[in-house]
């Protein structure tokens, strides 16, 4: 870790971060702005308010994302073939520097994917499966995420990879797959222990390159570091751990450990889940879980003390089945899982890049679970993105244009600016004014250097 980040914080915190929870207080407000749905047999009109769109931790938007995302992969991307989940987790160090650092994460990015795409060409070899003359070749989607079960910071790979091999006898023929039988511990091993040796050359590569933080984000790095390790940023009870509920351990059996499953070095690799190839609902549920957002409201909860709970997915060893937070560390855990702009947390590697001259033979075809639009004097054209009620119902279950008399409503009207928006709410009696927010306030007990 570079020594900038456990130096003081700064003055504040990134416009970046800044923007992503004024977004997140106006998402959906009807004060900020509606679309205008009519049902042209009942002549009714519903309001549907706009979103913020946000990467961070917006339950609704990311979860809209998620399933915009699964639906992409799924339709457009993952072929009709086996595929398997590799999950690398990192040291605890390394999830900080790669979370400010793009370039190391990308470097570290890289370097799992080219260990299991070796991994993969490994096994092949010892199946004597004929290479052809581009060798052996095989995909992977790859997604980040920045957060835990417990919405601390950390930063992970869960890959989506073609669980087998493509070859090419001659650079015009069509690309041949190759099914390979499920990876046995000693293949997650091996490919672990070189996936923590490339990545021990990369560190010790940029040594020398560490950089000093812009002052704008010296406040968000302590917050990141103080994520990771579970603690509290700022206050009186700085770096003391967040307090938990308990519930006495249960005598229960021993569980077996998870097959697939390799550790070393802080480092550790999961390859226990896969789906067949005909299995396309099921992939694109585990698509879902790789891109899922990193809060659920359901997990959500309020005290008599005013306290938020937070339910853990699966109680910890010592019994641990919620984390408290006050509303100063709930927005600590927040400002630091927010990403920075312009970087990729979906990327393709190998045959799945959008360079690969595999990509053509490899991918479902453009028809393939899209539906296809039929123009007055033209040919069939292909829609690949999905319509915004389509993705609402494949989303969260509803059809926003369906209309409680059993007819089609259509979008007629999208009110953008706030004060014809007030003036329509105010009209129809509905309320006009957005919630009123507390004004911002420098952090409790802060050092600043």
């Known amino acids: 870790m570079p020594h900038e980040l456990s130096?003081?914080?700064?003055?504040?915190?990134?416009?970046?971060?800044?923007?992503?929870l004024r977004r997140y207080l106006e998402c959906g407000v009807l004060a900020h702005g509606f679309a205008r749905v009519h049902c042209p047999a009942c002549r009714?009109?519903?309001?549907?308010a706009f979103s913020c769109k946000g990467r961070g931790f917006c339950p609704s938007c990311c979860g809209r994302r998620m399933c915009a995302t699964a639906a992409h992969l799924v339709d457009h991307?993952?072929?009709?073939?086996?595929?398997?989940?590799?999950?690398?987790?990192?040291?605890?160090?390394?999830?900080?520097?790669?979370?400010?650092?793009?370039?190391?994460?990308?470097?570290?990015?890289?370097?799992?994917?080219?260990?299991?795409?070796?991994?993969?060409?490994?096994?092949?070899?010892?199946?004597?499966?004929?290479?052809?003359?581009?060798?052996?070749?095989?995909?992977?989607?790859n997604v980040?995420?920045?957060?835990g079960g417990a919405l601390n910071l950390n930063v992970h790979f869960h890959a989506l990879f073609i669980d087998g091999v493509y070859t090419r006898d001659d650079p015009l023929a069509t690309a041949r797959f190759h099914e390979?039988?499920?990876?046995?511990?000693?293949?997650?091993?091996?490919?672990?222990?070189?996936?923590?040796?490339?990545?021990?050359?990369?560190?010790?590569?940029?040594?020398?390159?560490?950089?000093s933080l812009p002052e704008d984000e010296t406040l968000l790095a302590r917050l990141a570091?103080?994520?990771?390790?579970?603690?509290?940023?700022?206050?009186?009870?700085?770096?003391?751990?967040?307090?938990?509920?308990?519930?006495?351990?249960?005598?229960?059996?021993?569980?077996?450990?998870?097959?697939?499953?390799?550790?070393?070095?802080?480092?550790?690799?999961?390859?226990?889940?896969?789906?067949?190839?005909?299995?396309?609902?099921?992939?694109?549920?585990?698509?879902?879980?790789?891109?899922?957002?990193?809060?659920?409201t359901e997990r959500l909860s309020l005290d008599e003390q005013g306290r938020i709970l937070l339910r853990l997915r699966h109680p910890h060893a010592d019994g641990r089945t919620h984390v408290v937070?006050?509303?100063?560390?709930?927005?600590?855990?927040?400002?630091?899982?927010?990403?920075?702009?312009?970087?990729?947390?979906?990327?393709?590697?190998?045959?799945?890049?959008?360079?690969?001259?595999?990509r053509d033979d490899v991918v479902p075809s453009p028809t393939h679970g899209v539906r296809a639009r039929a123009g007055a004097a033209r040919a069939l054209s292909i829609d690949r993105r999905l319509r915004w009620a389509e993705l609402m119902k494949r989303t969260f279950d509803l059809d926003l244009l369906r209309c409680e008399c059993g007819a089609r409503r259509e979008v007629i009207a999208?009110?953008?600016?706030?004060?014809?928006?007030?003036?329509?709410?105010?009209?129809?009696?509905?309320?006009?004014?957005?919630?009123a927010s507390s004004p911002s306030r420098a952090p409790p007990v802060l050092e600043f250097a």
């Open 44 to 48: 009714r009109d519903s309001l549907v």
């Open 144 to 147: 980040i995420q920045r957060y």
């Open 325 to 358: 937070f006050t509303p100063r560390t709930l927005l600590e855990r927040l400002c630091a899982l927010i990403p920075r702009p312009r970087s990729h947390q979906v990327t393709y590697h190998g045959v799945l890049a959008s360079a690969s001259t595999f």
């Open 77 to 141: 991307v993952l072929p009709e073939a086996p595929i398997r989940q590799w999950v690398l987790t990192l040291p605890f160090p390394l999830r900080l520097r790669c979370a400010f650092d793009r370039e190391l994460c990308a470097a570290v990015r890289r370097s799992f994917v080219a260990s299991v795409f070796a991994c993969l060409a490994r096994r092949a070899r010892t199946l004597s499966i004929p290479p052809g003359a581009k060798g052996f070749r095989s995909g992977a989607v």
């Open 414 to 435: 999208c009110i953008l600016e706030p004060a014809v928006a007030r003036t329509i709410l105010r009209h129809l009696g509905l309320p006009h004014e957005p919630p």
């Open 7 to 20: 130096a003081g914080a700064g003055p504040g915190l990134p416009p970046f971060v800044k923007r992503e």
């Open 225 to 296: 570091d103080a994520s990771v390790r579970g603690r509290q940023a700022t206050g009186a009870d700085r770096d003391e751990p967040l307090a938990g509920l308990f519930t006495p351990p249960t005598a229960s059996r021993p569980t077996a450990p998870p097959s697939l499953l390799a550790r070393g070095a802080g480092f550790s690799l999961h390859a226990g889940v896969a789906v067949e190839a005909d299995r396309r609902g099921r992939l694109e549920h585990l698509c879902r879980y790789v891109t899922r957002p990193p809060l659920a």
């Open 180 to 211: 390979l039988p499920p990876p046995s511990q000693a293949d997650v091993e091996w490919t672990l222990a070189r996936v923590y040796a490339r990545i021990q050359r990369l560190i010790e590569s940029r040594l020398h390159d560490e950089a």
